[in-house]
């Protein structure tokens, strides 16, 4: 089993940068892919970032360019670097852990307010 503890969010300006952090438990994390999704008020949960567990990374078109997803597998750590952030960026963050044939883990979330 996975845990995520995921970290960083907090209330900037437009224009600011956070970086957010998702520490997981476990021996094997190296193993998964490692994914940030947000859910903004009245709107579906959204994938931002991926991170493969062999290097590949995808961003969704609106972080493109802004966001940077990186990992830290001697620290069981991924990461979310934003920048550039727009109110639009507003939202409960998640980060989730998913290998092939296996249970996906969530973290519990963190809030990034962004406000104009």
Wanted: charged letters at 20%; aromatic letters at 10%; hydrophobic letters at 35%.
């Amino acid at each position: 089993q996975v845990q995520l503890v995921e970290s960083g969010g907090g209330l900037v300006q437009a224009g600011d940068s956070l970086r957010l952090s998702c520490a997981a438990s476990g021996r094997t994390f190296s193993l998964y892919a490692m994914s940030w999704y947000r859910r903004a008020p009245g709107k579906e949960r959204e994938l931002v970032a991926t991170h493969t567990s062999t290097g590949g990374t995808a961003y969704a078109d609106s972080v493109k360019g802004r966001f940077t997803i990186s990992r830290d597998n001697d620290k069981n750590t991924v990461y979310l670097q934003m920048n550039s952030l727009k109110p639009e960026d507003t939202a409960v963050y998640f980060c989730r852990a998913a290998r092939i044939s296996r249970t996906a883990y969530w973290g519990q979330g963190t809030q990034v307010t962004v406000s104009s």
